[in-house]
């Protein structure tokens, strides 16, 4: 029941219009409810509990007509008044499956639905990350060009500087064209971050449907807890969709086993003759004979039984895996996150530091422009590098979190 009022959400939410930027939290809202991969597995999911309300039912009965025993040979032939076997038939059949069968098909069809709504778990955890991965790469990416708009702001008025200096006589002509030629420099940065950000953009438009998606407020802080995430590690939709297969390979093998049990049809039909001669009824029984299982029933079971085999060492290997994932995922976490707070602590402020040195001794006389200008180059680089280490810790944390967590974040 939980799942059919959130399949039904997804199936006719209507899409939502774009009006304002959105949050973090607003664009996860937004993907989940208008993403088209989404509908289509909540539609896979009614799919199999249509198909699961007839799995188990008796085949409909059948209408038999005809004609019996007509003659055409002999002195009778072609006659239906003279001859007193020939007669016109109207009967009914109905073929009833054995209950093992039916109760094997019935638990395939719940199988088929418990991979159909892993299938919706494991896409919403899909189009989930991959939103907030464009969401961070956006932010990021204005936020470095932000930081290149500060560098071209502070290269104006060290313009103005280099041209009081040539003005004065303090400074050689050929340096008036050092600004610019950092200036320079900065459009092509520039450049590539206005490209990063319409492939951001465009990221986060393929599953919010905005096609001009902007973004507003701060990433979140997702806290990583190494011992809780290995304690989910069995709740996650990806091993829920092996587990799925294997319940579905343990039907397959009931299914097979159900084959030796005989199936049967009953049947019953009525006869009307010249009018007189007698009517007459038929009743009948027919019953399968699984007596050859040897080569028949039984390599058939055995082949169902090594599917579900297989299904179960899949499954084992896929907890290996994600197991595996999680702990390399964690460590480049833990790098990520030191390099961050060495450049917070160590290379951002000694770049300021040298700079401030530089641009103090190019005041003095003491050095030259080029050699200043680096050192602002310098700062601009550490900046932008400090945001390329925060985006990396804050795709990190998105990544386990929706990843390995039990449940969404």
């Not at 944390?397 to 390995?404: F, G, K, T």
Request: charge should be negative.
């Amino acid at each position: 029941m939980k799942y059919s009022i959130t399949l039904m959400a997804l199936l006719v939410l209507p899409v939502q219009l774009a009006a304002e930027p959105l949050t973090f939290d607003a664009a996860l809202e937004r993907a989940k409810s208008d993403a088209p991969s989404l509908k289509g597995r909540a539609a896979g999911v009614q799919a199999a509990q249509s198909a699961a309300i007839a799995a188990d039912r008796l085949p409909d009965p059948t209408l038999d007509l005809g004609i019996r025993d007509f003659p055409v040979t002999g002195p009778d032939a072609g006659s239906f008044n003279r001859d007193n076997f020939t007669m016109t038939t109207i009967g009914v059949s109905q073929q009833f499956i054995n209950p093992a069968k039916r109760h094997a098909r019935a638990a395939r069809a719940g199988a088929d639905i418990g991979i159909a709504e892993a299938e919706v778990e494991v896409e919403a955890r899909n189009v989930m990350l991959e939103t907030a991965l464009a969401w961070i790469d956006l932010y990021y990416s204005e936020k470095r060009l932000e930081q290149l708009k500060l560098l071209d702001e502070s290269l104006a008025d060290l313009q103005a500087t280099v041209t009081a200096r040539l003005t004065s006589g303090s400074a050689r002509p050929s340096q008036a064209f050092e600004p610019e030629q950092m200036r320079a420099q900065v459009g092509d940065r520039r450049s590539a971050l206005m490209a990063e950000i319409a492939k951001a953009r465009a990221r986060l438009a393929r599953f919010t449907g905005d096609p001009d998606v902007s973004v507003a407020g701060n990433p979140p802080e997702f806290a990583i807890n190494r011992a809780q995430l290995l304690a989910n590690v069995g709740d996650l939709p990806s091993l829920k969709a092996l587990d799925a297969q294997t319940a579905a390979m343990d039907a397959e093998t009931r299914l097979a086993r159900a084959d030796k049990q005989p199936d049967w049809k009953v049947t019953a039909s009525y006869g009307r003759r010249e009018p007189r001669f007698g009517d007459l009824v038929s009743v009948g029984v027919s019953i399968d004979l699984p007596l050859f299982g040897g080569k028949r029933q039984n390599p058939k079971i055995e082949a169902r039984a090594r599917e579900a085999e297989r299904a179960r060492f899949d499954r084992m290997a896929g907890e290996r895996e994600v197991v595996a994932a999680l702990e390399s995922d964690l460590a480049e976490h833990a790098m990520h996150h030191a390099r961050l707070e060495n450049a917070r602590d160590n290379l951002v402020p000694l770049a300021r530091r040298r700079a401030k040195l530089d641009f103090d001794s190019f005041g003095a006389g003491t050095l030259d422009l080029g050699t200043a200008l680096l050192a602002t180059l310098s700062v601009a680089e550490a900046e932008v590098d400090l945001l390329d280490r925060e985006a990396e810790v804050a795709r990190d944390a998105v990544r386990i979190n929706m990843i390995y967590a039990g449940e969404q974040p």
